[in-house]
């Protein structure tokens, strides 16, 4: 099946970042492409991309980037699918540099922007976008979200029952706090 999910970032050091995505993707069982696009480094690779990416059958971008972070808003100036930026953590700022970058968009070029690293609700609203007009996607995400709401109905009612110290207590346990 051709890819309706087009991943890419602006250097491999975003990988590490944007495999959560790519983990939600395979878990809800989305193709998808995965690549390496530099606004900077390679603005041809970027236009070129950008310009295709619909007629490969792609519905939805995501990208991450990090530091002046231009990918996601360049390519939101080039192509009318939707666009959702991932900023990446930086040293320098943390990632605050790159939020901005992502976020400050002029009118008529929106991106929409996740928190820093949070590649994995970048991939989740990607499948709710592409759920619109597929049916199968989007009974699945409806299982993934009963399922947190499962999951966080079992953990109150193990914090009522159990009481706040030995939930901390079995939480230190299993390394999760």
Do not use: W
Not at 27 to 44: G, L, N
Request: some cysteine; aromatic content about 6%; overall charge neutral.
């Amino acid at each position: 099946m051709n890819p309706i999910i087009g991943m890419i970032m602006g250097s491999d050091s975003d990988l590490p970042v944007m495999q959560q995505a790519a983990k939600v993707l395979d878990y809800f069982q989305i193709p998808y492409e995965c690549t390496i696009v530099s606004a900077h480094r390679t603005p041809d690779r970027l236009y070129q991309y950008s310009k295709e990416a619909e007629k490969r059958g792609v519905k939805v971008i995501v990208a991450g980037a990090g530091g002046a972070a231009h990918l996601p808003g360049m390519v939101a100036s080039i192509t009318t699918l939707p666009v959702i930026g991932v900023p990446i953590k930086t040293s320098t700022l943390q990632g605050v540099d790159s939020l901005y970058s992502i976020v400050q968009m002029p009118p008529g070029i929106p991106v929409a922007t996740m928190a820093i690293n949070g590649s994995k609700n970048a991939a989740l609203l990607a499948a709710q976008i592409v759920g619109i007009e597929n049916q199968e996607i989007r009974e699945k995400v409806r299982q993934y979200k009963n399922e947190l709401a499962k999951s966080v109905e079992e953990k109150a009612t193990r914090l009522e029952e159990k009481g706040y110290e030995a939930y901390l207590l079995n939480m230190e346990k299993n390394n999760i706090v």
